[in-house]
T-cell receptor
Framework: EDQVTQSPEALRLQEGESSSLNCSYT??????LFWYRQDPGKGPEFLFT???AGEEKEKERLKATLTKKESFLHITAPKPEDSATYLC???????????FGTGTRLKVLA | GAVVSQHPSWVICKSGTSVKIECRSL??????MFWYRQFPKQSLMLMAT?????????EQGVEKDKFLINHASLTLSTLTVTSAHPEDSSFYIC??????????????FGPGTRLTVT
């Protein structure tokens, strides 16, 4: 069965304390793995698309990596404004639909 | 680029009335849009896939007669919640996509609409 699992469910970091969020997936024929950031009461904001194992993408303090079984979202020296829920999704085989993980709620303390 | 808007951002309606939510892709054309529902502290639940010029495809368990979807143009899809009841109160989010590669579809999300049915 195609599925996406994110861990941890919640994470509290001190400002400047780097860490990684995990997204494990099982899907036949990966066409894309997507990372989003969602603030409370808002729609998800697109961060990255990863297409194949070994690929990496960066944006400010965020870096996303991809292997054949999982993706990591590395957060370097986070700031309080990085606090949000981070969602991972993969594109379901043969469709444009996404399979979402349940998200990681990140809280960065000043 | 890739901006998606929704209107209204929030709405309160009385039980039994209908509510229409608009989703627009502002700077690109989208043949396919998606409608999601999100409950507090939960992930997004796909309700339906909206295809320009054809009928929407609903996910299992979603009442198509209650949640009417119209995708009249390449930049506009609407969701109408008919005969709304308090249990329909939720956060509704749409997305519109572009092809990041020949087989990949990147979805860009609207800001969401908070519906409260009294």
């Amino acid at each position: 069965e195609d599925q996406v699992t994110q861990s941890p469910e919640a994470l509290r970091l001190q400002e400047g304390e780097s860490s990684s969020l995990n997204c494990s997936y099982t899907v036949s024929g990966l066409r894309g793995l997507f990372w989003y950031r969602q603030d409370p009461g808002k729609g998800p904001e697109f961060l990255f698309t990863l297409y194949s194992a070994g690929e990496e993408k960066e944006k400010e303090r965020l870096k996303a990596t991809l292997t054949k079984k999982e993706s990591f979202l590395h957060i370097t020296a986070p700031k309080p404004e990085d606090s949000a829920t981070y969602l991972c999704a993969v594109q379901a085989p043969g469709t444009y639909k996404y399979i979402f993980g349940t998200g990681t709620r990140l809280k960065v303390l000043a | 680029g890739a901006v998606v808007s929704q209107h209204p951002s929030w709405v309160i309606c009385k039980s039994g009335t209908s509510v229409k939510i608009e989703c627009r892709s502002l700077d690109f054309q989208a043949t396919t849009m998606f409608w999601y529902r999100q409950f507090p502290k939960q992930s997004l639940m796909l309700m339906a896939t909206s295809n320009e010029g054809s009928k929407a495809t609903y996910e299992q368990g979603v009442e198509k007669d209650k949640f009417l979807i119209n995708h009249a143009s390449l930049t506009l899809s609407t969701l109408t919640v008919t005969s709304a009841h308090p249990e329909d109160s939720s956060f509704y989010i749409c997305s519109a996509g572009t092809s990041g590669s020949p087989l990949t579809y990147e979805q860009y999300f609207g800001p969401g609409t908070r519906l409260t049915v009294t």
